[in-house]
């Protein structure tokens, strides 16, 4: 088994069937799906256990306490022995020869030992893509050349990461919290791996009205010292100057949420800090009228 088709869910019970359908229909079937349930509190257990018994592939369930998708995908990365891992979240698809396509590129590209993953488009139902294509097919090359600096920040991809990257990097985190930027732990592992970029979209998928990104802001406020680790990700040199400097506005921002004092002493790039402290006191102001 070379794949991992990790799914963190949680209340989704009656979003899950697209999902299995589509990983039924696969063209290949050598894959496992590990189902993480971060706590739900509907059905979702019975109606994983009745996939299970259908499954045409290898099904595990994991029910866990609700603590954010961050620390669901924790607990599933420690499961998973495969050599890749395949993050699809609960009620979105995958086109019929995703996992084929994934073996196919992993055979080429995996005696490299600088690379981390595999990223994929992703489109929406009616069949444009997620964003827009990579400046080039199969191009090696960072998340943060190939993402960020490319400003396409916005746009979810399709990622699949080698498992040993996965359990290096883990998401951080803090007490209380439940929501954390995967992009933090995409930008800590850009300094060291690189990914292969492929313009084959193999993932469907749209945001639930209910889904996380509905409220972002007061998700974030919510988790304050994982949003600052984030920002100061967003800091470093390596990344364009608009994004660094954004990334210190939102750590002064969250840092003061969380009741942090001397953020500037504590920041990791002070020069950049001290930009950001005067505009950072404005959006904090206005932020903290929306809550």
């Known amino acids: 088994m070379i794949v991992t088709v990790l799914t963190p869910t949680f209340n989704r019970g009656g979003s899950l069937n697209n999902l299995y359908q589509s990983l ?3 063209t ?10 971060d706590g739900s509190t509907d ?10 018994k259908k499954a045409e592939f290898p099904m595990r369930y994991i029910y866990k306490e609700n603590g954010g998708k961050h620390t669901a995908l924790n607990v599933g990365v420690k499961q998973i022995t495969s050599e890749l891992t395949f993050i699809v979240d609960s009620d979105d698809k ?3 020869d995703a996992i084929e396509m994934i073996l196919q590129y992993h055979k080429k590209y995996k005696e490299r030992k600088d690379l981390c993953g595999y990223s994929f488009l ?5 069949g444009n893509i997620n964003g827009k294509p990579f400046e080039s097919d199969e191009k090696v090359g ?9 400003d396409d920040t916005q746009a979810d991809k399709a990622e699949v990461f080698y498992t040993r990257c996965l359990k290096e990097f883990p998401f951080p985190e803090y007490r209380n919290e439940k929501f954390l930027g995967e992009d933090l732990v995409w930008i800590r592992m850009a300094m060291k791996y690189q990914m292969v970029h492929i313009n084959r979209a193999i993932y469907v998928g749209n945001y639930l009205e209910d ?23 967003f ?37 950049l800090a001290v930009c950001a402290a005067l505009p950072s006191m404005l959006v904090y102001h206005i932020w903290s009228k929306s809550i």
Do not use: H
């Open 43 to 52: 059905d979702t257990k019975n109606i994983a256990e009745e996939m299970r």
């Open 235 to 271: 800091m470093r040199p390596e990344l364009k100057l608009k994004y660094r400097l954004k990334g210190a506005v939102q750590y002064f921002v969250y840092g003061k949420f969380a009741g942090e004092k001397q953020l500037i002493a504590k920041a990791p790039y002070k020069g």
């Open 142 to 150: 960072t998340y943060i050349e190939c993402r960020i600096n490319a």
């Open 24 to 26: 039924q229909k696969q």
């Open 211 to 233: 889904g996380l990104t509905k409220n972002r802001r007061k998700n974030n406020i919510r988790s304050p010292y994982g949003c600052m680790e984030r920002a100061k990700e």
């Open 28 to 37: 290949i079937k050598d894959f496992e799906w590990l189902l993480v349930d």
């Open 122 to 126: 992703r489109r929406f139902p009616d």
């Open 94 to 96: 995958l086109v019929p």
